[in-house]
């Protein structure tokens, strides 16, 4: 980096910065599978909150977006997802579990997101689905969903996480 660098929060800014080398394992597989596993954790954070018996379905649904991240799937793996998960949005919305309901459509828009956006946005999604959901005073969601989402990356792209 270089130029002044200041932390904020959730983000280190400086006036330039790049990679001191490229990563080779990251290809288009790679961010296909990442972009699998950030839908997947939005599944997850709505599963947490919905309850039964919706919770169990956003379970299922999370758990084979979750598997298909680790390896190439030839079948569309969102097929269906949105549809489940509006459906799921309305029942929550009309029962009065806002946050569920809230959740739900993070999901649903990052289906939509996942065929479109850059890679880096849907796991930016699945970070605010982390934080969106009922406080934790104890757990800091947002920030344990990006070192979930950083020990993803180290584990698929076998980065070397040493300082020497």
């Known amino acids: 980096m270089e130029g002044p660098i200041t932390v904020a929060g959730h983000k ?12 080779p394992q990251w290809d288009a597989d790679a961010g296909a599978a990442f972009v699998r596993a950030c ?3 939005t599944a997850v954070h709505a599963a947490a909150e919905y309850g039964d018996p919706g ?4 379970t299922e649904v999370a758990d084979q977006l979750l598997a298909s ?5 030839e079948t569309d793996p969102f097929a269906g997802v949105s549809e489940v998960a509006l459906r799921l949005q309305r029942a929550a919305a009309l029962s009065g579990r806002e946050v569920a309901a809230r959740l739900c459509g993070y999901l ?3 289906v939509e997101m996942a065929q479109t956006y850059p890679v880096p946005a849907l796991g930016y999604v699945a970070a605010r689905a982390a934080q969106a959901r009922r406080p934790d005073p104890a757990d800091d969601r947002y920030d344990a969903e990006r070192r979930w989402q950083t020990g993803w990356l180290v584990n698929r792209l076998e980065l070397d996480t040493s300082l020497g």
């Open 12 to 23: 280190v800014m400086a006036q330039r910065g790049r990679l001191a080398k490229p990563v």
């Open 69 to 73: 991240g680790n390896h190439r799937t």
């Open 108 to 110: 649903a828009d990052a």
């Open 39 to 41: 839908v997947g954790r």
């Open 55 to 58: 919770g169990r379905l956003l």
